[in-house]
């Protein structure tokens, strides 16, 4: 099992930068994957990012690519989410997300990923 929490200030203007984090505990391996999804109201859930626990490995969907870093501590067992340029199209629920395995063709899709934390809202104003 992982427990994932997020945490992060979520109220900004419009080109403004936020840093999410997501705290992780439990049964986290070095070919794990962690990600960043996000939902908007009345949209599908959207891959944002992800990475290889124990590797160099990141993932970015094309809209966070540039704009969106993520990042891990291991020795703090975090994973950061760096937003720059942000726009009120971000709006959204933003999730942390794990895997037991960082699987690179399938990275992207939600059900690759069996724990999720609560949630965090993200709001952009325009």
């Known amino acids: 099992q992982v427990q994932l929490v997020e945490s992060g200030v979520g109220l900004l203007q419009n080109g403004g930068s936020l840093k999410l984090s997501c705290a992780v505990s439990?049964?986290?391996?070095?070919?794990?994957?962690v990600a960043w999804f996000r939902q908007a109201p009345g949209n599908e859930r959207e891959f944002v990012a992800a990475?290889?626990?124990?590797?160099?490995?990141?993932n970015y969907s094309g809209t966070a690519k540039g704009r969106f870093t993520i990042a891990r501590d291991n020795a703090q067992n975090m994973v950061f989410l760096q937003m720059n340029s942000l726009k009120p199209e971000d709006t959204a629920v933003y999730s942390c997300a794990a895997s037991d395995w960082h699987d690179k063709y399938f990275y992207a899709q939600s059900g690759q990923y069996a724990y999720w934390g609560q949630g965090i809202q993200v709001t952009v104003s325009s």
């Open positions: 990475l290889k626990w124990g590797g160099e490995v990141t």
């Open positions: 439990g049964r986290i391996f070095t070919h794990s994957a």
